[in-house]
């Protein structure tokens, strides 16, 4: 009998826990534009939403497109913005383009055909830039995609 009790209430916590998960999620959007809100942050896919510098941490590749991949993540601990776009230009162009920005204060670890920046704004905040040589995936175009986290002090 203790047995059974004891597993009646097991089935019955594990129930109740997975109750509470699946009403404390929610999902809106369609196929390509997602939002998930948690109790402990959101995270949003949306391919139309439009990221400012100030999103970024740092300026957008002039002339360049929104790609595929964008998001926007909030959680009690912090922020991350990560942002693709597409360009025309080289990559070697738009390396010259983030060295000015960022300055001799990066990190540069280059592969040949792709290039990863970084540079901390502070101890809470960091940038990081990537940029990948045209492919045929993006048509040709060399891709650069920004990611910008930001910590909340503890």
Known sequence: AVVVGLGILGIGVVTFVAWHFAHSIHVSGNGSDVTIHTPGGSLSANTSENYTAADLGTDIYPGAISGKGSMRMSLPTGSVVTAVYLTGDTKDQALAFY????????????????????????????????????????????????????????
Not at 99 to 120: H, L, R, Y
């Open 99 to 154: 060295k000015e920005k960022f300055g001799s204060d990066a990190s540069i670890f280059d592969s040949g055909d792709a290039t990863v920046m970084t540079v901390n704004k502070g101890e809470q905040e960091t940038v990081m830039v990537t940029i990948t040589k045209g492919t045929s995936d993006n048509e040709g175009k060399t891709q650069v995609t920004i990611v910008h986290t930001t910590a909340k002090k503890p």
